[in-house]
């Protein structure tokens, strides 16, 4: 059961990077300091608090690579991660600093003028690097910020997307039928209860006709989910809360991961292991079907297990934890009208500004956020909830999405 990527030399590497990365630029902090004649201490505190934070680091690779961290380690390596990362936007800073410094060096011994610089000259131009240099290194404190608004406000800054979703095939008795998704929970990446109370709020308030959670209930132990265990049976739907599992949710031992299984459905969520349900209304009906995790070098779906039984003409959706799975075996291969996929956590940072998407994570998958359409076959991956690695979100906000459905004689009146 323990299906989980081969990462531990990737957090390594990882590793070895940014602390590379560390002392090139508190090398350059310590320039600083002694060209302006500040106390050494200014720098030797920094270098101090380096070796400390590289013990942690290491400390928590030991214990677990960062895709499966919880309690304490969410912890530990937030405080790495708020050590580390602001220093990746410092880098090309100083790259492009010392790049000039090096051609201005060359063009200098390669002048033939020996003539002095005069005081007169040589003053201003100390005054105006000191001045430079002293601006630089005040602009650093801006990824800092940045950083911290991430893990201390946008981590947990809830952001609702209403979604109308038109499906041919869908009965008229659900036009306007709402479901709300949730993706990503990652119980063991809060802190308490609190995070998720406000989910259950925000939730309860758009009043959903269903609830869906497209897995990762965890990120590595089945007890992380007493953190959430007494909101997701508050969660208020008529027909219910449904859900499948992610590839976090198969990251343990096989007693663990039926402890799993139970300790879910003990929530009062239906959970969907390569099966469907009928929700019916009156005489008609569409299908919810779910499957376990493929991707992520995982291969627990049973598509066809998931579909036996469904007539050809069924509105279907399908709930399935990687957006991947779509490319693989959805579009195209079967008749899924709509599958609502999560995973990606919209890559926990990037630009939604004016217009614009960019992440990371849209050079790792294909589908990575947001509603996506091949035909009358429609796609939406959530941004998640909870986060993994660095609990920090940076410009991409964790998503409860809220559609709203509709058939296909939902425009009519518009014809």
């Given amino acids: 059961m323990n299906q989980q990527p081969s990462i531990m030399v990737f957090s390594i590497v990882i590793g070895l990077v940014t602390m590379l990365v560390d002392v090139y630029v508190l090398h350059a902090w310590m320039r600083h300091v002694r060209s302006r004649a500040l106390s050494p201490w200014w720098h030797r505190i920094s270098w101090i608090i380096a070796a400390i934070i590289g013990v942690v680091y290491w400390y928590v690779v030991y214990r677990r690579h960062f895709f499966r961290l919880d309690g304490l380690d969410v912890t530990l390596f937030g405080i790495t991660a708020f050590w580390y990362l602001p220093k990746m936007a410092i880098l090309p800073v100083l790259i492009v600093r010392d790049a000039l410094r090096g051609?201005?060096?060359l063009v200098t011994r390669r002048t033939s003028t020996a003539a002095a610089i005069a005081p007169s000259v040589e003053a201003p131009s100390t005054s105006r690097r000191a001045f430079l240099g002293t601006t630089t290194w005040s602009l650093a404190t801006i990824p800092y910020v940045m950083v911290g608004r991430g893990m201390w406000r946008t981590i947990y800054d809830f952001e609702t997307t209403s979604i109308p979703v038109r499906i041919s095939r869908l009965p008229k008795a659900f036009d306007g039928f709402r479901i709300v998704q949730l993706s990503d929970v990652h119980a063991g990446s809060f802190p308490d209860h609190r995070p998720f109370e406000e989910v259950r709020r925000i939730v309860n308030m758009l009043k959903p006709d269903m609830v869906v959670v497209t897995g990762d209930w965890v990120n590595m132990q089945p007890q992380e989910l007493a953190v959430i265990a007494r909101e997701v049976p508050k969660l208020r739907a008529e027909f219910g809360v449904r859900a499948v599992l992610g590839n976090h949710d198969h990251y343990h031992s096989p007693e663990e991961h039926h402890r799993l299984i139970t300790s879910v459905r003990g929530l009062d969520v239906d959970l969907l292991i390569n099966e469907h349900r009928r929700i019916a209304l009156g005489n008609d009906a569409f299908i919810l079907a779910g499957t376990d995790n493929t991707g992520f070098r995982q291969n627990f779906a049973r598509l066809d297990n998931a579909l036996d039984g469904v007539v050809g003409d069924e509105a279907t959706?399908?709930?399935?934890?990687?957006?991947?799975?779509?490319?693989?075996?959805?579009?195209?291969?079967?008749?899924?009208?709509l599958m609502l996929s999560g995973h990606t956590h919209g890559g926990q940072f990037g630009v939604k500004l004016m217009g614009i998407e960019w992440s990371p994570a849209q050079y790792v998958y294909k589908q990575w956020s947001g509603l996506y359409q091949t035909g009358e076959q429609q796609l939406y991956v959530?941004?998640?909830?909870?986060?993994?690695?660095?609990?920090?979100?940076i410009g991409i906000r964790p998503e409860i999405t809220h559609f709203t459905l509709q058939s296909a004689g939902a425009f009519d009146h518009l014809a």
């Fill in 382 to 393: 959530n941004r998640g909830i909870g986060t993994v690695g660095p609990p920090i979100r």
């Fill in 103 to 105: 051609i201005r060096w």
């Fill in 317 to 337: 959706i399908l709930l399935a934890h990687d957006p991947s799975f779509w490319d693989m075996q959805v579009v195209g291969k079967k008749p899924i009208d």
